[in-house]
């Protein structure tokens, strides 16, 4: 609920209140994001959603809109700790992808961390890293700080509907 509220509305709805927000959302129908599975276990998690319903992103001063195109973002990514470097994100990613593609998106734009040297600290990376977005086939369109990048994954509006431009 992060990026789909005010920071004000935020830490106002902190806990169950977000909880039973977002519940809310699933119950009207609309699909927030996707979840990754091992057999019957659920081990990730990806937020992606029409820009415009993420509200946050419009008022970042890092991470403002770069055109005026419309896009689908992912926001968020959540890999249980054992399931953690093991290509998780990337498979989310993926299927993200196919997500908007099956929705009729035309661009699907993501907001990694770029680390430095060091290892990023797991809590820290919920945006994804910049590698993984690589991997799954996106490509750089920003640089907005030294430690952020604006990914796109441009769908091709025929029916194939997944080639990368």
Known sequence: MWWRQTGREFEANKGERNRVAFKAI?????E?????YSRSDPIGWCAVAPREATPRLARSRILKPIDDQPVWSITCFYVARPRRRQGVSVALLKAAIEFV?????????????????????????????????????????????????????????????????
């Open 26 to 30: 699933v119950d009207s129908g609309e």
């Open 32 to 36: 927030p994001g996707l979840l990754a």
């Open 101 to 165: 593609a099956r929705h009729s998106g035309r661009m699907l734009e993501g907001y990694p961390i770029v680390p430095g040297k060091d290892r990023y600290p797991d809590g820290f990376a919920f945006p994804g890293l910049l590698s993984a977005f690589e991997t799954a086939g996106f490509h750089e369109v920003a640089r907005p700080s030294a430690t952020r990048a604006i990914l796109r994954f441009e769908l091709d509006p025929s029916a194939a509907g997944l080639r990368r431009h």
